[in-house]
Structure formats: structure tokens, C-alpha cells
């Protein structure tokens, strides 16, 4: 089954002006990418704003495309360096970049007009027709390299603008450029906070861009620009805080012209390594197979069998943007930054692009089953940032840096499940002393100063608790159930017991008065809250949502709310909602804190509620097109979210085991189990089989493992990854008696 056909880049492809209600669409970006590759190759309608990838599919113009971006960012984004433009004739040396430009079509600069109708985009490969100067603009990339393909009009005075200081998040601080002759180029971009990038420079990124840029024909000219300025001479190198480059190719030429770029975050010399090993001739066709054919290879782990072409689209399409990040930051040589210019090496592949509060809930999950390796890969990266700096492991990373956006402890989240799982090469002690002393704010760590990210404030070291933050009080709390965990695997019976009495603490923020959780003033005493729907010390969510986010004790939680009031709230929650909204006051699919709450109906023995939920979610949150995504897809979140479920499970708590089932969304799934990592002990696959079409029949009647049958409401990881076959007979009529059992995995 040929699989990449069915990706759609461009879902979810809407940014901020989709709506005024929240942050926007997806923000994912429909240029061209391979599994994890460092190069992600995208066409720019915009530079300013908060447009995270750089591309809305709701404006009208593209000012160029550049080698690398960011996909499903919720703030304002980063990257897009080297920016190349193709032309024709003498054109005013503004790129039109600013987040209100894009809606007056051709007006400004350099940019063109385009029309959705002549924009194609698929696995490895982007094109679309200029406008204005009628160029087919091509872009198929492999994993450290990018190639762009122009081709012209006839007896057009031909020319292409490099836009060297351009940024996504603002601009670039410095830029060093090269002409090497009249077919090469190279250069180095130097990024800090300063000229804005991730979160509008307040996420902290600093990186240095470094490419080797070819021609397939020789330049007739090459003129340096500045501040919308020619520079005067026949200058070969020229540096400053706004560099530009037109490259005159003449009326002449008769074919198409390939540009062609290698990068590296280390040097000059990785970035001529990254070039000389991908891209050895200008076969634009040859690039863009191998690109097919790496998504294919990645997706020949994971094959599902199902008639609706739609659902089709959308799972692959989604399990492609979780293949996108977190991405190599590593050169072919092995070599890597984390942010000061310090090189390392490493025997894994280093990886960067880590947005942990929104990915430990569904995205690593599903790769602990379908890419173990990869799984390892990102730990090993956290683990040799944090040790580097002997600080917390980074919240949300990027090339290194901890941009300490959102929430709570993630990355202890991820270590902690992955090692309790089996996917543990790298130093577990080591890393469990930085979680541990991030999770007590120690000053010291290993005879150094120590940073962690948790509060250094009496009321959450001794009472459990972040004055007038619910979120970042249950977030933690959730990171120290993690680490009650990995603390019980390595036989830390003290540290264990710690970290499981500061869990259970978290009944003392439920307001009874209320009948909520709620945030606590430093006295201690409950900020007044006069309803659910009120978000004081609530992080993109509201009192209500927040509530549920107890998922190592849902019993308990249960128990709090009343049990009979704990049904009726569900039920009100999920009624309540537009699960295709942009957002919601009651469940929320658009953002993470709700996510995986369908499965709490399971959890209190009523399952089939949640496959009654659940289908509801996969079929109205998820829709084909550019607004199909019904929020942020940070950064493989919102997609893996679906995956999962269309394999017919989720993970509700990190670090248990258990892995809930609903429906499957198809009638067979295979997924190829990692040996490395898996036991395989009945086969080296698992596969999913219904009796009938799951459209038709959403109800589960009988489940049965390798021929047993199956009572409780989940499996576990170990019976997943031991393989085998797992049988659902389906029903369309609710089958109340199946799966019934209740689970309370917290038991005191």
C-alpha cells in the first residue's frame, strides 16, 4: 500500500486570523520535509505577527521561501533562514514583510500574488505558480539539504533575491556572506533575542545559521543589498545586520534554475559536510523520490486498512506532523550545538524541537509504541542540555535553549515514562538525581550552582502547593507522580514514598465550597472563585478543565466531586462542547489540558461512553483542508492525539502502564514493533482487527488478546509491544456490560 499519498500538508495550515477567539488554526506549514529532517522547506506569506510557521493560508502573497521552520506553533515562531525569492526584472527591494501586508495583494516589495488553485504540496515536494512574474516555484528537500527549482518565463530578464536577514519571529542580528564564484555562496546568520524570533523574542533563542548555497547556472551578477540599498562595488563578502543578495541569471537561460542549499547549526565546515554528502548533482527529481520514498519507509511501521479515503487522509497526514519534530539538530559528522557554540558529539541522534507541556500527553506515548528509538533519541537530548547547564530539563527547547514556555516539569514526564517502559539507554541515575533536585529546588547539584523550574517558595516545598496557580500546582504534582515512579523502578523506596505522599496532597486544592479545584492564595485560603467557567491561576484553561487534570487518580477524583456529580459533569462537558470550535469553555479539544479525558468514562466503568465520546471528537475535531485542524497542532500533539485513538487507545496517565481502548477508527491496523526496545515475545507485530466497519459500528462488544478475552478497559504497554493480534467484535447499539470493570490505580 503506497502510503505517502496520503499525506495533505496542507491541513491545518491556517494561522492567527482564522479567528479572534483564540490562537488561530493549526499553524502547520505545507513545504516540503522528510521524517525528522533538519531542513524543512516552506514558502513565507508572512514575517511579523504571531504566525508561527511563517505561512497562512489565509493570505495571499508569498514573499519567498526559506530552508527551515517550525510546524504547530502556538507563540510567535522562529527560524526561516535564507529566504531566496525568484524574480523577474528589476524589482523593489522590499520583502512586503509584515503581519498586515499580506492581505494587499502584490503592493508591496517583492512579493507575489498566488492562488491556492496552482499550490501543490505532498510528501517531500512543494510548488506553486507565482503570480506576478508567472515563475513555478518547486521545493523537495532530504534531511540536511533543500533544492529549489524555478522555472521561468521565456526571454525574462531572470533573477533571484536572497533575503540573508530575514526571521520569522523579526530578523536576524548579523549575517556574514560569501561569494565564492559565480555558482556558490556561502554564509552565516547569527540569531539572539534581540531581533525577536520564538515568542517575540522573549522565549530567550540565540542560534547561528550557517548554509553552503550552488546555482545550476552561473550568475551574470551578483549585487549585494542594505536597507533596501544597492552596495556599490563588485563586492565578494560583505556582513552586517541587513543583507541582501539579487543574482542575475540573464534573459539567456532556457531552463529551469536550481538552487540548491546545505545548512548546519555548528559551522561553516558542517554545513559544507551537509551539502556534500546530500546533494552531489541538480536532479531535482531524484531528490524529491528519496523524499517519498523516506516517508514511506517510516510509514511502512504503521499501516492501517480502511475504505473512507478521508480518514485515511487525515491519519497519515496527522502521523506525518508526528514525524516532523522532534527533529535532528545534528550534522552528518555527529557534531551538535545547544545553544552557546559549544560542539558535541554523540552515538545518538541528537534532536531538537521539544514542546513538552503539549507532547507528553499523546505524542510520546504513541512513539514509545511505533518509534522507540526515537523516544531514546529526544531523552538523550533533554538529558545532555540539562547536564550541560546543570539546570531542570528543559520545558519547551529549541536548539538547545529551554524557552521555559508554558507549564510545570514536562520533560520529567517523558524520561520518567520512557524508562518505566523499557527505553532506557541513556543514564538513568543521572538524570534521575536532575529530576529529583528540580523537583526539590536544590541550589546545588554534582558540586555546581543549580537551576530548576519549580518554585523555591514555602508553600509548594511544604504544603504542596504554587500560590495562585492551579495549573502549575497540578502539573507538578503530576511530575512528581512520574518520578514516584522511576524512583520505585530504581529501588529509591525513600524517594519513592516523598513523592507519592506530595501526590496525594493534591485533594487539599479542591475548593468543597466551590465543588472545583481551585487555585490557593499564600495564606492558603482558596482565591475566590464565584464559578466553574472562572480562569484565575489557570493556564489556557478554566477552572472546570482543570479540575479533571488529576489522571493518576481519577477514582479519587471522583470520590471528591461525588460519584454520581462526577457522571453528570462528564456528561455536561463533553454535551456542552463545539469539538470543532476553535475553543470552549467545557472540553476543549483544541488545547491540551483536556485531552484524553473522553477515556475518565472508562476509568469509572462506563466505557462506552467513552467510544461514544471519543468518535465524536475524531469525526468533528478533524476535518480535511486548510482549517481542519480545530486548533494548534503543537508541534505533533493534536495529531497524535488522533492517531492514537484511531488505533483505538490512549495513554491517560504517564508512567502507568495501562493504555485505555476505544474504537478503533479502522477495521485492521498493523503496527511493526522495535526489538531493541520491545519484548516481541508473541510476534514482532500488533495488530488491530474488527469484525465489522468501526464507521458502522462504534461500539465495542467483545475484545479478545491472542484469543483471550479481555474484561478490564485497557491493556498494557507490555501486552501492546509483546505483539500479537488484538480482535474487537463491534456492535452499533452501546454494549453497557463490556469492559466494565473499574480502575483505580492509585489506591492508598
Same mark, same amino acid.
Given at each position: 500500500?503506497?502510503?505517502?499519498?496520503?499525506?495533505? *500538508?496542507?491541513i491545518?495550515?491556517?494561522?492567527?486570523e482564522?479567528s479572534?477567539?483564540?490562537?488561530?488554526?493549526?499553524?502547520t506549514? *505545507?513545504?516540503?520535509?522528510?521524517?525528522g529532517?533538519?531542513v524543512?522547506?516552506s514558502?513565507?506569506?508572512?514575517?511579523?505577527?504571531d504566525?508561527g510557521?511563517?505561512?497562512?493560508?489565509?493570505h495571499?502573497?508569498?514573499?519567498?521561501?526559506s +530552508?527551515?521552520?517550525?510546524? &504547530?506553533i502556538?507563540?510567535?515562531? =522562529?527560524?526561516?533562514?535564507?529566504?531566496?525569492?525568484?524574480?523577474?526584472?528589476e524589482?523593489?527591494?522590499?520583502?512586503g514583510?509584515?503581519?498586515?501586508?499580506?492581505?494587499?495583494?502584490?503592493?508591496?516589495?517583492w512579493?507575489?500574488?498566488f492562488?491556492?488553485?496552482?499550490?501543490?504540496?505532498?510528501?517531500?515536494y512543494?510548488?506553486?505558480?507565482?503570480?506576478r512574474?508567472?515563475?513555478?516555484?518547486? /521545493?523537495?528537500?532530504?534531511?540536511?539539504t533543500g $533544492?529549489?527549482?524555478?522555472?521561468?518565463?521565456e526571454n525574462?530578464?531572470?533573477? /533571484?533575491?536572497f533575503?540573508?536577514?530575514?526571521?520569522i519571529? &523579526?530578523?536576524a542580528?548579523?549575517?556574514?556572506?560569501?561569494?565564492?564564484?559565480?555558482?556558490?555562496?556561502?554564509?552565516?546568520?547569527?540569531c539572539?533575542p534581540?531581533?525577536g524570533g520564538?515568542g517575540? @523574542?522573549?522565549?530567550g533563542?540565540?542560534?547561528d545559521f550557517y548554509?553552503?548555497?550552488?546555482?545550476?547556472?552561473?550568475?551574470?551578477?551578483?549585487? +549585494?543589498?542594505?536597507?533596501?540599498?544597492?552596495?556599490?562595488g563588485?563586492?565578494?563578502?560583505?556582513?552586517?545586520?541587513d543583507? @541582501?543578495?539579487?543574482?542575475h541569471? !540573464?534573459?539567456?537561460v532556457?531552463?529551469?534554475?536550481i538552487?540548491?542549499a546545505?545548512?548546519?547549526?555548528?559551522?561553516?565546515?558542517?554545513a559544507?559536510?551537509n551539502?556534500?554528502a546530500e546533494s552531489?548533482?541538480?536532479?531535482?527529481?531524484?531528490?524529491?523520490?528519496?523524499?517519498?520514498?523516506?516517508?514511506?519507509?517510516?510509514?511502512?511501521?504503521v499501516?492501517?486498512?480502511?475504505t473512507?479515503?478521508?480518514?485515511?487522509?487525515? +491519519?497519515?497526514?496527522c502521523?506525518?506532523?508526528?514525524?516532523? =519534530?522532534?527533529?535532528?539538530? $545534528?550534522?552528518?559528522?555527529?557534531?551538535?550545538?545547544? !545553544?552557546?557554540?559549544?560542539?558535541?558529539?554523540?552515538?545518538?541522534?541528537h534532536?531538537?524541537?521539544?514542546?513538552?507541556? =503539549?507532547?507528553?500527553?499523546?505524542?510520546?506515548?504513541?512513539?514509545?509504541v511505533i518509534?522507540?528509538?526515537?523516544?531514546?533519541?529526544?531523552?538523550n537530548?533533554l538529558?545532555r542540555i540539562a547536564?550541560? %547547564?546543570?539546570?531542570?530539563?528543559?520545558?519547551?527547547e529549541l536548539l538547545?535553549?529551554?524557552?521555559?514556555?508554558m507549564?510545570?516539569?514536562?520533560?520529567?514526564?517523558?524520561?520518567c515514562d520512557?524508562?518505566?517502559?523499557?527505553?532506557k539507554? +541513556?543514564?538513568?541515575?543521572?538524570?534521575?538525581?536532575?529530576?529529583?533536585?528540580?523537583?526539590?529546588?536544590k541550589k546545588?547539584?554534582?558540586?555546581? *550552582?543549580?537551576?530548576?523550574v519549580? *518554585?523555591?517558595?514555602?508553600?509548594?516545598l511544604?504544603?504542596?502547593?504554587?500560590?495562585e496557580e492551579l495549573s502549575d500546582?497540578?502539573?507538578f504534582?503530576?511530575?512528581?507522580?512520574?518520578? /514516584?515512579?522511576?524512583?520505585?523502578?530504581?529501588?529509591?523506596?525513600?524517594?519513592?514514598?516523598?513523592? $507519592?505522599?506530595?501526590?496525594k496532597r493534591?485533594?487539599?486544592?479542591f475548593?468543597d465550597?466551590?465543588?472545583? $479545584?481551585a487555585?490557593?492564595?499564600?495564606?492558603?485560603?482558596?482565591v475566590f472563585?464565584?464559578?466553574?467557567y472562572?480562569d484565575?491561576?489557570?493556564?489556557?484553561?478554566?477552572?472546570?478543565?482543570?479540575?479533571?487534570f488529576v489522571?493518576?487518580?481519577?477514582?479519587?477524583?471522583?470520590?471528591?466531586? !461525588?460519584?454520581?456529580?462526577?457522571?453528570?459533569?462528564?456528561e455536561?462537558?463533553?454535551?456542552?462542547?463545539?469539538? !470543532?470550535?476553535?475553543w470552549?469553555?467545557d472540553?476543549?479539544?483544541?488545547n491540551?489540558?483536556?485531552?484524553?479525558i473522553?477515556?475518565?468514562?472508562?476509568?469509572?466503568?462506563?466505557p462506552?461512553?467513552t467510544?461514544y465520546?471519543t468518535? %465524536?471528537?475524531?469525526?468533528?475535531?478533524?476535518?480535511?483542508?486548510?482549517?481542519?485542524?480545530c486548533?494548534?497542532?503543537?508541534?505533533?500533539?493534536l495529531?497524535?492525539w488522533y492517531?492514537l485513538?484511531?488505533l483505538?487507545?490512549?495513554q491517560?496517565?504517564?508512567?502507568?502502564?495501562e493504555?485505555?481502548?476505544?474504537?478503533?477508527?479502522?477495521?485492521?491496523?498493523?503496527?511493526?514493533?522495535?526489538?531493541?526496545?520491545h519484548?516481541?515475545?508473541v510476534?514482532?507485530?500488533?495488530?488491530v482487527?474488527?469484525?465489522?466497519?468501526?464507521?458502522?459500528?462504534p461500539?465495542?462488544k467483545?475484545?479478545?488478546?491472542n484469543?483471550?478475552e479481555?474484561t478490564?478497559p485497557?491493556?498494557?504497554?507490555?501486552?501492546?509491544?509483546?505483539?500479537g493480534?488484538?480482535?474487537f467484535?463491534l456492535?452499533?447499539?452501546?454494549?453497557e456490560d463490556?469492559?466494565?470493570?473499574?480502575?483505580?490505580s492509585?489506591v492508598?
Amino acid at each position: 500500500m503506497e502510503k505517502a499519498k496520503y499525506i495533505d *500538508p496542507m491541513i491545518g495550515t491556517v494561522g492567527e486570523e482564522q479567528s479572534e477567539t483564540s490562537h488561530g488554526g493549526g499553524k502547520t506549514h *505545507p513545504g516540503a520535509c522528510t521524517p525528522g529532517g533538519m531542513v524543512q522547506l516552506s514558502p513565507d506569506t508572512v514575517t511579523g505577527g504571531d504566525n508561527g510557521t511563517g505561512y497562512n493560508y489565509c493570505h495571499n502573497t508569498i514573499e519567498g521561501f526559506s +530552508f527551515n521552520h517550525m510546524s &504547530g506553533i502556538g507563540w510567535y515562531g =522562529d527560524l526561516g533562514n535564507l529566504q531566496i525569492m525568484p524574480v523577474v526584472g528589476e524589482t523593489d527591494l522590499r520583502s512586503g514583510s509584515n503581519e498586515h501586508v499580506p492581505f494587499e495583494k502584490g503592493t508591496v516589495g517583492w512579493k507575489s500574488g498566488f492562488s491556492h488553485e496552482n499550490e501543490t504540496a505532498g510528501a517531500g515536494y512543494y510548488s506553486v505558480l507565482l503570480e506576478r512574474y508567472n515563475i513555478l516555484a518547486e /521545493a523537495t528537500v532530504s534531511a540536511h539539504t533543500g $533544492m529549489l527549482r524555478f522555472t521561468y518565463p521565456e526571454n525574462a530578464d531572470k533573477r /533571484a533575491i536572497f533575503n540573508f536577514s530575514r526571521r520569522i519571529g &523579526g530578523r536576524a542580528d548579523f549575517q556574514h556572506i560569501d561569494i565564492i564564484n559565480d555558482r556558490r555562496i556561502e554564509g552565516h546568520i547569527h540569531c539572539t533575542p534581540k531581533g525577536g524570533g520564538f515568542g517575540h @523574542g522573549h522565549g530567550g533563542i540565540s542560534y547561528d545559521f550557517y548554509f553552503v548555497c550552488e546555482l545550476s547556472v552561473p550568475a551574470t551578477k551578483m549585487q +549585494f543589498f542594505s536597507n533596501e540599498t544597492y552596495i556599490d562595488g563588485d563586492i565578494k563578502t560583505y556582513e552586517g545586520e541587513d543583507v @541582501g543578495l539579487v543574482v542575475h541569471f !540573464g534573459e539567456d537561460v532556457n531552463e529551469p534554475v536550481i538552487i540548491k542549499a546545505g545548512v548546519s547549526y555548528v559551522d561553516s565546515e558542517g554545513a559544507r559536510k551537509n551539502f556534500e554528502a546530500e546533494s552531489k548533482d541538480f536532479d531535482f527529481n531524484k531528490m524529491k523520490e528519496r523524499a517519498s520514498y523516506e516517508w514511506e519507509k517510516v510509514f511502512d511501521g504503521v499501516e492501517v486498512t480502511g475504505t473512507d479515503e478521508i480518514d485515511l487522509k487525515l +491519519f497519515y497526514t496527522c502521523l506525518y506532523h508526528v514525524f516532523l =519534530d522532534p527533529r535532528s539538530a $545534528m550534522d552528518v559528522d555527529g557534531r551538535f550545538t545547544i !545553544g552557546d557554540g559549544t560542539v558535541f558529539t554523540a552515538d545518538y541522534t541528537h534532536r531538537t524541537l521539544f514542546s513538552g507541556w =503539549d507532547v507528553y500527553r499523546s505524542e510520546f506515548p504513541l512513539l514509545t509504541v511505533i518509534r522507540p528509538e526515537m523516544v531514546n533519541d529526544e531523552v538523550n537530548s533533554l538529558l545532555r542540555i540539562a547536564e550541560y %547547564r546543570n539546570e531542570s530539563l528543559p520545558q519547551w527547547e529549541l536548539l538547545g535553549i529551554n524557552a521555559g514556555c508554558m507549564v510545570g516539569d514536562p520533560a520529567t514526564i517523558v524520561v520518567c515514562d520512557a524508562a518505566v517502559k523499557g527505553i532506557k539507554n +541513556f543514564d538513568i541515575e543521572k538524570a534521575y538525581e536532575i529530576m529529583k533536585a528540580s523537583a526539590l529546588c536544590k541550589k546545588e547539584l554534582f558540586g555546581k *550552582p543549580f537551576h530548576s523550574v519549580r *518554585p523555591d517558595c514555602k508553600q509548594y516545598l511544604e504544603k504542596c502547593y504554587v500560590p495562585e496557580e492551579l495549573s502549575d500546582t497540578l502539573e507538578f504534582l503530576l511530575a512528581d507522580y512520574t518520578t /514516584a515512579k522511576l524512583a520505585k523502578m530504581l529501588g529509591k523506596t525513600e524517594d519513592e514514598e516523598f513523592f $507519592m505522599n506530595r501526590v496525594k496532597r493534591y485533594k487539599e486544592n479542591f475548593n468543597d465550597s466551590l465543588g472545583f $479545584m481551585a487555585p490557593r492564595e499564600e495564606s492558603g485560603s482558596f482565591v475566590f472563585e464565584s464559578d466553574r467557567y472562572d480562569d484565575d491561576g489557570c493556564v489556557e484553561s478554566n477552572i472546570f478543565q482543570q479540575s479533571w487534570f488529576v489522571p493518576y487518580d481519577v477514582f479519587g477524583l471522583s470520590k471528591l466531586f !461525588g460519584e454520581k456529580r462526577t457522571i453528570e459533569l462528564l456528561e455536561e462537558f463533553f454535551s456542552r462542547a463545539d469539538f !470543532g470550535a476553535l475553543w470552549n469553555d467545557d472540553y476543549n479539544h483544541s488545547n491540551e489540558p483536556c485531552h484524553n479525558i473522553t477515556h475518565y468514562f472508562s476509568m469509572l466503568g462506563l466505557p462506552h461512553r467513552t467510544q461514544y465520546w471519543t468518535r %465524536r471528537v475524531q469525526k468533528e475535531a478533524y476535518r480535511t483542508g486548510a482549517f481542519g485542524f480545530c486548533g494548534n497542532e503543537d508541534v505533533g500533539q493534536l495529531s497524535a492525539w488522533y492517531v492514537l485513538s484511531a488505533l483505538g487507545f490512549a495513554q491517560v496517565c504517564p508512567c502507568n502502564e495501562e493504555y485505555f481502548i476505544n474504537t478503533p477508527l479502522f477495521q485492521k491496523a498493523k503496527i511493526k514493533l522495535d526489538p531493541k526496545y520491545h519484548s516481541c515475545e508473541v510476534s514482532d507485530t500488533f495488530s488491530v482487527e474488527c469484525d465489522e466497519n468501526p464507521l458502522e459500528y462504534p461500539y465495542i462488544k467483545t475484545v479478545h488478546l491472542n484469543g483471550r478475552e479481555i474484561t478490564k478497559p485497557y491493556l498494557t504497554f507490555s501486552e501492546i509491544t509483546s505483539g500479537g493480534v488484538l480482535n474487537f467484535e463491534l456492535s452499533k447499539e452501546p454494549c453497557e456490560d463490556a469492559l466494565k470493570d473499574i480502575f483505580n490505580s492509585f489506591v492508598e
